[in-house]
């Protein structure tokens, strides 16, 4: 079983950028894609990015964060990136790590990092 942390989380001004990492042990890194959500205060849990199984694999998008956000993934260190440029206030959320195996689809989650963009 995968356990995820997040972390890289922060406070910025709004137009700059932050660097999430999400690290994964306790599995085969690479049997599981991996994608990013967020959760705003009064929200739901919404998609912003994910990636497929290998590094530098298929890449979807939020149409939200589409063009400022990237995701990316190094299977070597096990970790999964969110690179967040441009950022805006309503990106302010807790940003939480997700992996699914993909021979079970069964996902898992790590404990979220909060990300808070000033105006």
């Known amino acids: 079983q995968v356990q995820l942390v997040e972390s890289g989380g922060g406070v910025v001004q709004a137009g700059g950028s932050l660097r999430l990492s999400c690290a994964a042990s306790?599995?085969?890194?690479?049997?599981?894609?991996m994608g990013w959500f967020r959760q705003a205060p009064g929200k739901e849990r919404e998609f912003v990015a994910s990636i497929s199984r290998s590094s530098g694999g298929s890449t979807y998008y939020a149409d939200s964060v589409k063009g400022r956000f990237t995701i990316s993934r190094d299977n070597a260190k096990n970790t999964v990136y969110l690179q967040m440029n441009s950022l805006k206030p309503e990106d302010t959320a807790v940003y939480y790590c997700?992996?699914?195996?993909?021979?079970?689809?069964?996902?898992?989650w790590g404990q979220g990092t909060q990300v808070t963009v000033s105006s």
């Open positions: 997700n992996a699914v195996l993909m021979v079970t689809m069964r996902d898992y």
């Open positions: 306790g599995g085969t890194f690479s049997s599981y894609a």
